[in-house]
């Protein structure tokens, strides 16, 4: 079984910052993809950020320049730090992992269970 759990949500001013955590913990062999997605009231699921190997990232276009994505491979945690937070980024946000498990060697895209992040003044 492979978990992802998340923290580091809450309330915070407009030009504020958070700092989210995702740890994946279980039977993992290697991660390939962690990522960051968020989904705002009536909305879809939308990406936010990945880090691919713990090396190459990439983000949505209205986060690049505030949000950074890194990821510790030894801890197997993924990070954002959000810097410049406006009202609009207030959602639900999801940790995404794509893990190779020990049981059968194959990969599997898990997902946290989310945390609220709420831009307001």
């Known amino acids: 079984q492979v978990q992802l759990v998340e923290s580091g949500g809450g309330l915070v001013q407009p030009g504020g910052s958070l700092r989210l955590s995702c740890a994946a913990s279980g039977s993992i062999s290697s991660i390939r993809v962690m990522g960051w997605y968020r989904q705002h009231p009536g909305k879809e699921r939308e990406l936010v950020a990945v880090?691919?190997?713990?090396?190459?990232?990439h983000y949505a276009d209205s986060v690049k320049g505030r949000f950074t994505i890194s990821a510790d491979n030894a801890k197997k945690t993924v990070y954002l730090q959000m810097n410049s937070l406006k009202p609009e980024d207030t959602a639900v946000y999801y940790c995404?992992?794509?893990?190779?498990?020990?049981?059968?060697?194959?990969?599997?895209?898990?997902w946290g269970q989310g945390t609220q992040v709420t831009v307001s003044s």
């Open positions: 995404n992992a794509e893990v190779r498990r020990r049981v059968d060697d194959r990969f599997f895209a898990y």
């Open positions: 880090i691919n190997s713990g090396v190459t990232t």
